[in-house]
């Protein structure tokens, strides 16, 4: 949720009072980049951070909960003098819900590839400590969620739902950490919206489905608070599962990385390049299909995490003033003479006096209506500290707006209090945490190995920021992958396609730059022809399988030649001294992983859960997810073997299915 300040919180109305002045002094980011813009050559440095569930397992009666015990294991992982396989000692922290808790490495790595072999190992170090001091029946697990979660009997200890904090009618107030922060978001949220979070997901429709389908789970006969009335007006809606409150989606687990930048101008090209990535990685990551004991029709988190971080009221969302404060990117802030007026094509309005007050410090107008939009967002915490004038070189009061907007690729200035050396960086957040050490070390490695390519042969995937959005919704869609296309540019380089997957003699790939590259934004040169369904035909429909792996052989060139050969192309330039023959045959298998899942040879976690749903004993084929099917979840993907031998079972942790 980003680094924020703990202290006395204010309550919603207080916060409404002291907005304005908030917002003001939280422009401090003017002095924080007029202070930071300089810096240069800051090294290339990365790093992970996986989040986990807390589970613990009946193996005789055959079920899983949520272990509500991130707050009791996390001063025993601390601190506790063990090390990490490299040598370091990791880090871990809470996170948003009791039965989570998430870690990073103890140091930043290097983009080299020795340090790149290190990963895994050390993410496998990193459970290891978690589990060492958990129960002998508890496992940290990478889920992206727990499948009955908002059931009875899903977490222990068990509490009464429709407590105070979260007044719902599935869970208890329990499973959010029990932090300023966290309380106050949840809160805040709420009372900003006038009503509680709606997270509706489509039903996955079976044989036996019954339709239309009406959540079973809800009770419409609830009058403990106002808010009980949402779900006899239209809050859940039928054919929908329907949740209603934050922990459905910020208990959501997910794999991300952080890359520090040389210098502000790299982080800016590394925000833009990652952007139309995010929703290709989301699909491939994809492993969310049950929701609250159904399967849904869909099989990535995002979405739910978008309902259950909405505080925007019901004008706002009427009018399209506002995007959701956790969503997709609205606008690319390079100044790249390839970037035109048409790529930021996002209907979120820009406050103009917010955007002009930071251009008067000095910022660009792709920056200052970057940071305007944020800035334009209510602060969901304050504390009363908060209210003293601040001393503007060590406070950060923009964190209590950026932090808490979360969007697929975020930029990240350097902190005020910069006692570390930190840099410009850009984080990467649309991937679902993977079951395995081995496919998160794998995902891991391939985006960090892409940025490095991109930046190396200048590569830019420009196209018109809607469709970057149109995109994430396609990346939700049951089988993305093998059964979905993606806008993406056609043409990109004008490498052919086969040559580079060969891995033949290197000459740096040019940028095909047609008339239209350069044009001005209101240059007829500069608008791209449509197809018939009204979308630019230099952005068609392509296969993941294409984006990621290339064009067969036989396709017309020019042509984009795929990002894994692009990144292959990159590891033949390196020289031996920083790529040994033997690290290149270690690095491999990752990219293999990476390729396998863009071709479908290897499915994606979400397919892998249902299968095991379906093959279950006990599933009638009527979209519910029984205990044991869940146990069986738990066993056979959360801790079970995955491609490269991960799993707890190989070594004897867990009891055999």
């Not at 003098?81 to 930043?108: H, I």
């Not at 790299?266 to 299909?289: C, F, G, K, S, V």
Request: charged content about 25%.
């Amino acid at each position: 949720m980003g680094v924020l300040s703990e202290g006395t919180p204010l309550t919603w109305p207080q916060v409404e009072e002291n907005v304005a002045f908030i917002r003001h002094y939280a422009v401090d980011l003017i002095g924080l980049w007029q202070r930071s813009k300089g810096r240069d050559e800051d090294p290339a440095l990365w790093g992970d951070e996986i989040e986990y569930l807390i589970v613990s397992l009946d193996n005789a009666r055959k079920n899983a909960k949520l272990a509500l015990r991130s707050a009791e294991i996390l001063p025993l992982v601390t601190g506790n003098g063990q090390c990490s396989a490299d040598g370091e000692f990791p880090s871990f922290q809470t996170e948003f819900c009791s039965f989570n808790l998430e870690s990073t490495p103890g140091k930043p790595w290097t983009m080299y590839p020795a340090d790149l072999l290190d990963v895994e190992p050390n993410m496998r170090s990193r459970r290891a400590i978690l589990k060492k001091h958990m129960k002998h029946n508890e496992y940290p697990i990478t889920l992206t969620n727990f499948p009955r979660f908002g059931l009875k009997h899903s977490t222990i200890p068990e509490y009464p739902s429709l407590g105070p904090q979260l007044k719902s009618q599935f869970i208890s107030d329990e499973t959010t950490t029990q932090r300023t922060r966290y309380i106050s978001t949840a809160k805040n949220i709420r009372a900003r919206r006038h009503r509680k979070v709606q997270i509706i997901v489509p039903i996955f429709r079976d044989e036996k489905t019954p339709w239309p389908f009406h959540d079973p789970s809800v009770n419409y006969n609830l009058h403990t608070y106002p808010e009980d009335d949402e779900p006899r007006k239209g809050a859940a809606k039928p054919n929908h599962i329907y949740m209603d409150a934050q922990p459905f989606g910020s208990g959501t687990c997910c794999l991300q990385v952080t890359l520090q930048a040389r210098n502000i101008d790299e982080a800016r090209q590394l925000y833009d390049r990652l952007i139309p990535l995010a929703p290709i990685m989301l699909a491939l990551t994809a492993a969310t299909p049950i929701y609250k004991g159904f399967l849904a029709d869909t099989d990535a988190r995002w979405n739910t995490l978008v309902g259950a971080s909405d505080d925007r009221t019901e004008k706002e969302i009427d009018q399209k003033t506002l995007s959701p404060r956790f969503g997709g990117n609205t606008s690319y802030i390079s100044p790249n003479p390839r970037l035109r007026a048409q790529h930021n094509d996002h209907t979120m309005s820009i406050p103009p006096k917010i955007k002009q007050k930071l251009i008067a410090g000095g910022m660009d107008d792709l920056l200052a209506s970057h940071f305007a939009r944020i800035l334009i967002r209510d602060p969901l915490i304050l504390c009363a500290e908060h209210l003293n004038q601040p001393d503007l070189t060590t406070s950060n009061l923009f964190e209590m707006f950026q932090g808490l907007t979360w969007q697929a690729v975020r930029f990240k200035p350097p902190p005020p209090k910069n006692v570390h050396n930190i840099g410009w960086r850009v984080e990467f957040r649309s991937m679902e945490v993977q079951p395995t050490d081995c496919e998160n070390a794998a995902f891991s490695i391939f985006v960090i190995l892409l940025t490095r390519a991109i930046l190396a042969f200048e590569v830019d995937f420009y196209m018109p920021i809607s469709l970057v959005g149109e995109n994430m919704e396609t990346a939700h869609a049951r089988d993305a992958v093998r059964c979905r296309e993606f806008y993406f540019p056609a043409t990109w380089m004008t490498e052919d396609a086969h040559e580079v997957r060969s891995r033949g003699p290197v000459d740096k790939p040019s940028i095909i730059s047609s008339a239209s590259d350069h044009a001005r934004p209101d240059s007829p040169s500069s608008i791209s022809p449509l197809n018939p369904k009204g979308k630019p035909t230099e952005y068609p429909p392509t296969p993941i399988s294409t984006l990621i792996n290339g064009p067969p052989s036989s396709a017309p060139t020019p042509s984009a030649p795929g990002l894994l050969p692009l990144i292959r192309r990159y590891l033949s330039t390196l020289p031996v001294t920083l790529l040994t023959p033997a690290q290149g045959v270690k690095l491999e298998p990752y990219l293999e992983l990476v390729a396998r899942r863009a071709d479908g040879l290897d499915v994606t976690p979400a397919t892998r859960i249902r299968e095991v749903v379906r093959r279950s004993g006990g599933y009638a084929g009527d979209s519910y997810v029984s205990e044991e099917a869940e146990w069986r979840v738990v066993n056979e993907v959360g801790i079970g073997i995955g491609e490269c031998g991960t799993g707890f079972r190989e070594a004897g942790s867990a009891e055999a299915v």
